[in-house]
């Protein structure tokens, strides 16, 4: 199973229970591939896997849900997601699956953050660029509104 089969879990848990059915789900896709290994045929670290899907799903909901904050999902944001964040074409339908679920309200989204947020120190440049890109698709669309700002 790939990281994006884990994050289909994710998205699944996501649909049923919110975002702690997420986490249960991507536990189950966890569980499904637990002993996995690179091209040396080294085990992988498991909490780094773990930590590499959180940040996944992370970053793909607070973009879902970012496009949402002005309430219209508009094209130029999602071209805008697409070009930031390069998705192999072969999980562009799982990414997608993924973003559906979380585009339908700006709820939630604080869960996410915070969970990104733990990933990394304070400082990270990974949080920087993650926020500079939430403001790249929220201006996507020509015009960022006080939905936007707030999210």
């Known amino acids: 199973m790939s990281i994006w089969g884990k994050i289909i879990g994710g998205a699944a848990g996501l ?5 702690l059915g997420a986490l249960i789900g991507t536990a189950a896709g ?7 290994s690179n091209s ?3 085990l992988i670290d498991e909490e780094a896997s773990k930590q590499k899907i959180a ?4 970053v793909i909901v607070l973009s879902a849900k970012m496009t949402k904050a002005y309430g219209v999902v508009t ?3 999602i071209t805008a997601f697409r070009k930031i964040f390069h998705i192999p074409g072969n999980e562009i339908k799982n990414v997608g699956r993924v973003w559906d679920l979380a585009r339908r309200d700006v709820a939630g989204f604080e869960v996410y953050a915070r969970q990104i947020e733990k990933l990394f120190n304070p400082q990270s440049p ?3 660029e ?3 890109s939430l ?10 509104n006080s939905g936007e700002i707030d999210y």
């Open 40 to 42: 040396e045929g080294m």
């Open 15 to 19: 649909a049923l229970g919110g975002p």
């Open 135 to 144: 403001i790249y698709i929220a201006q996507a669309d020509g015009v960022v």
């Open 126 to 128: 990974v949080l920087e």
């Open 30 to 36: 966890h569980a499904v591939d637990k002993i996995t």
């Open 130 to 132: 993650l926020l500079g």
């Open 55 to 58: 940040f996944t799903i992370g």
């Open 75 to 77: 094209r130029d944001e």
